[in-house]
């Protein structure tokens, strides 16, 4: 077993803020001081939703703050939503077809939540784009395996 340090005198690998970040987190996420998870986007549905949850039931709103995703990782969980591309990486890639610019393309389907009224919003990745796309129901089709 490796007794190398790093510069905040951590064996190497154990240390935050020295340890590689994971894919598809991203390097700053967002936080409340009483949250549960971490978000990798400060406009994400989940976390107005947990916000407005709070407010309703008189509870305190804190302050959605940004951090360095070490800072969290390790104590706060992944949002099944805004981190869903993080949280599917062990399973198998569940293909649809997405339009874009008036085309139909293949993309993976990483999760759908329901909206208002019955609509569907639906996270779907480009393998040529680094992120995550979110697209009305309309716009995505023919959910299949590959």
């Known amino acids: 077993m490796s007794t190398e ?3 905040h005198d951590f ?3 154990q240390c935050g803020s020295c340890k590689e970040k994971p894919e598809r987190i ?3 996420v967002f936080a409340t001081k009483t949250g549960q998870v971490f978000h990798n986007w400060v406009d994400c549905a989940f976390l107005r939703i947990g916000q407005s949850s709070a407010d309703s039931q008189g509870l305190r709103n804190h ?3 940004r951090k360095h995703w070490s800072s969290v990782f390790w104590t706060l969980g992944p949002c099944e939503w805004c981190c ?3 949280n599917i990486q ?3 890639p569940i293909y649809c077809e997405a339009e ?3 085309r139909w393309v293949t993309a993976q389907k990483i999760k759908e939540r329901f909206t208002i009224y019955g609509h569907r919003e639906i996270q779907v990745w480009f393998e040529s784009l680094p992120d995550p796309m979110l697209l009305p129901d309309n716009k ?3 959910h299949y395996p590959k």
């Open 5 to 7: 340090r790093c510069k």
């Open 11 to 13: 064996l190497l690998g």
């Open 26 to 28: 991203n390097e700053q």
């Open 63 to 65: 302050p959605i703050e």
């Open 84 to 86: 869903a591309f993080y």
């Open 90 to 92: 062990e399973e198998t």
């Open 100 to 102: 874009i610019d008036g």
């Open 140 to 142: 995505v089709r023919s």
